[in-house]
């Protein structure tokens, strides 16, 4: 094969041989090594997409970890509030039991000491508190973004509580002091009545009322008479009861024995102080069987009927004096 080279007009055209193998060997050569270029350049490029398509794998495999471990985090802190939130309600449920309480404990303090102050009462009356009650309402569904709520919910919950924990802590020792003022002053008038009554048992034990003898008949009565002994008209300080020697004598009433003695008129004599500056004397004795200072309940046995003193057969002269002075004893002796 020739090839001819042919430039500008003045100078020569040149001429060069070539041979057979030359013309077949140089091209293919060629095109041999750029093929090789291009197949090594693709099977390289293949390698480093292969590789950064591994590495961006592992990437996003790493990212849907941490998301998911992140998604299963915020339902557990979801999980937690919601049993916070339950829990906030079960404290507002107890703090208004408590409450409730309270109130009741209001209600007995009035009733037992209605001078209590009733003003402040009235308006901490609490809202009360039944969760098996009838319920109902619109559903409204919980979106995404809503899934703060529970929390912000749950801080106004515990905001609440602070502020009935808050409002206890000061009502509470109140209404305690008020139930001790109740109670001292219910206690006061407890003994005030119990002492009256102590009183009035007392007077009544003490007032003679028991009739001083088995025998019922009287020989003589209370005021003016004629004078048994010696006829003449003369005043009669009690009343005279007939009997036999030896016939028990009984305390009219509770008292303390202020005399028992003999004296030549009365002959064997006991007097009984009672309450109230009341006395009974018992008269014309045959015998005694108590001492001054002793204590006697009514109905005791004191003594025995006689005939002694100036007396004009056995009977018992009984005498009831008030204040000093003598006094029908048929207004006391039943
Ligand atoms: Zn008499």
Do not use: C
Request: without cysteine; glycine residues 6%.
């Amino acid at each position: 094969m020739t090839l001819l080279l042919l430039r500008d007009a003045q100078r020569p055209a040149r001429q060069f041989q070539l041979s057979r193998p030359v013309i077949i060997w140089v091209p293919a050569l060629a095109i041999l090594s750029i093929s090789t270029l291009v197949v090594s350049l693709q099977v390289r490029s293949a390698h480093v997409i292969s590789k950064l398509e591994t590495n961006l794998a592992a990437q996003s495999l790493q990212l849907e970890i941490t998301v998911s471990d992140k998604e299963k985090a915020i339902a557990l802190l979801e999980n937690e509030v919601m049993k916070l939130s339950d829990q906030a309600v079960d404290m507002k449920e107890r703090i208004q039991r408590m409450s409730e309480l309270e109130h009741q404990l209001e209600e007995f303090i009035r009733k037992y000491d209605p001078d209590s102050s009733t003003k402040e009462t009235g308006k901490n009356t609490p809202i009360s508190w039944d969760g098996s009650g009838s319920k109902g309402g619109q559903w409204i569904a919980v979106h995404d973004q809503q899934k703060l709520m529970p929390g912000r919910e749950l801080k106004d919950d515990f905001e609440e509580i602070q502020e009935m924990l808050d409002a206890m802590e000061k009502s509470v020792p109140r209404t305690l002091n008020r139930a001790e003022d109740a109670r001292k002053n219910w206690e006061q008038q407890r003994q005030a009545r119990l002492l009256q009554a102590r009183r009035l048992e007392l007077s009544r034990e003490g007032k003679p009322s028991l009739w001083p003898t088995a025998e019922r008949r009287l020989t003589s009565s209370f005021g003016y008479r004629r004078d048994p002994l010696n006829g003449s008209s003369a005043y009669h300080a009690g009343i005279d009861i007939a009997g036999r020697i030896g016939d028990p004598v009984y305390a009219a009433g509770a008292g303390t024995i202020k005399t028992a003695d003999q004296m030549s008129e009365r002959g064997k004599y006991i007097i009984i102080e009672h309450q109230n500056g009341l006395q009974t004397w018992y008269m014309h004795l045959n015998g005694m069987n108590v001492s001054p200072g002793d204590q006697v309940d009514k109905g005791d046995l004191i003594g025995q009927l006689g005939n002694t003193g100036r007396s004009t057969g056995p009977h018992l002269h009984f005498q009831v004096v008030k204040q000093n002075i003598p006094v029908d004893p048929l207004l006391y002796v039943q």
